[in-house]
């Protein structure tokens, strides 16, 4: 379940069903509820994967085959508006770039790929390359890096592309995270949002300024398949 926060409102949520729709959820006296449909894959032929919102829209990644997929954009009600950018992989996670020009999206699979897609036209590109493989989470940091989880090899690497989204070519590898049990999900969190936050078998909270973890073990395991998670503000 990927749960994204709606441009139509801070407390609109949006969760995809894989390859199967996508619904929307709303906090009702103090507990979310579901309030409808957003996307019905089946009716509009659609397998979605992933979601981002962006000025007022909403950007639907989609598998067609394992090594294939499309970008599809939609209204904040939900209407189809039609499709943004072929893909010649399957979509997996997606994120904005810091400057919202640029849907950047991972692909799940041994090529260790990020590509771009641009919002205006849809142009497709290489975003970096020689990322772990089988990347599952992807954000950007407060810091502006990028920040991938592998399922694979259960750690977090960082990357430096800013170079490339302004128009260079240079990608720099940061460094790598290793939390006690990184399944995949991962946000930013903290009054700052400075601490990663890595939920787990073991619940983790990491201070990336100053490089500290604050973790326990837990009498009993606190997640099992935690692939995505997001901070709703």
Not at 185 to 195: M, V
Request: charged share 20%; hydrophobic share 40%; glycine share 12%.
């Amino acid at each position: 379940i990927l749960p994204l926060v709606l441009p139509a409102g801070a407390a609109d949520v949006l969760t995809v069903r894989e390859e199967e729709g996508i619904d929307r959820w709303a906090v009702d006296a103090g507990r979310w509820t579901r309030t409808g449909e957003f996307v019905d894959g089946k009716a509009l032929k659609l397998k979605p994967t992933t979601v981002v919102a962006a000025d007022g829209l909403v950007y639907v990644g989609c598998a067609r085959t394992w090594l294939s997929g499309t970008l599809e954009k939609f209204a904040p009600d939900g209407r189809h508006l039609g499709t943004l950018a072929e893909l010649d992989f399957r979509p997996y996670s997606m994120v904005l770039s810091p400057d919202g020009k640029w849907a950047c999206i991972a692909s799940r699979s041994r090529a260790g790929l990020v590509h771009r897609v641009s919002l205006a036209t849809g142009e497709v590109k290489v975003l970096a390359d020689n990322v772990p493989i089988f990347t599952v989470g992807l954000a950007f940091g407060p810091d502006g890096l990028l920040y991938l989880s592998s399922s694979f090899y259960g750690s977090i690497a960082v990357f430096d592309v800013s170079d490339v989204l302004s128009g260079g070519r240079r990608v720099e590898k940061v460094g790598t995270i290793v939390p006690y049990d990184c399944q995949g999900g991962f946000a930013f969190g903290g009054e700052n949002l400075t601490k990663l936050i890595v939920p787990g078998t073991w619940h983790e909270s990491i201070d990336l300024e100053a490089g500290k973890s604050d973790t326990g073990y837990p009498a009993q395991p606190s997640f099992g398949s935690c692939l995505a998670t997001v901070r709703v503000r």
